[in-house]
């Protein structure tokens, strides 16, 4: 059974600095494709920045680039989302997901397994 356990939300002042972190069981990164995704209230589900190692280029959402930053530790099944810079914007629940193969980009319906959210606050 795959599982994943996102966790590091919070409330931050904007210009702040979190780091999400999302462990994995019952999965490996190697081949497959992690990503982090957010939903504020009120609006649609959006893809943050996604990773597949196959395809080796991390894909960012506009509005996160230079701000945030996706990593993994492929040995301790974590990947970890850097989020500097933060704008009251950035607020949202944030869930991490993993999708089976390589994914380019972050097409939501293209992921197969999805980490509970955390919260993250940014106050302005």
């Known amino acids: 059974e795959v599982q994943l356990q996102a966790s590091g939300g919070g409330l931050v002042q904007a210009g702040g600095s979190l780091r999400l972190s999302c462990t994995a069981s019952?999965?490996?990164?190697?081949?497959?494709?992690i990503g982090w995704f957010r939903q504020a209230p009120g609006k649609e589900r959006e893809g943050i920045s996604c990773?597949?190692?196959?395809?080796?280029?991390?894909y960012y959402r506009d509005s996160v680039k230079g701000r945030f930053t996706i990593s993994s530790d492929n040995t301790k099944k974590i990947m970890y989302l850097e989020m500097n810079s933060l704008k009251p914007e950035d607020t949202a629940v944030y869930s991490c997901?993993?999708?089976?193969?390589?994914?380019?980009?972050?097409?939501?319906?293209?992921?197969?397994?999805w980490g509970q959210g955390t919260q993250v606050t940014v106050s302005s």
């Open positions: 997901a993993a999708a089976v193969g390589s994914i380019r980009g972050c097409v939501i319906r293209k992921y197969d397994y």
């Open positions: 019952g999965f490996t990164f190697e081949d497959n494709t």
């Open positions: 990773f597949s190692k196959s395809d080796g280029r991390p």
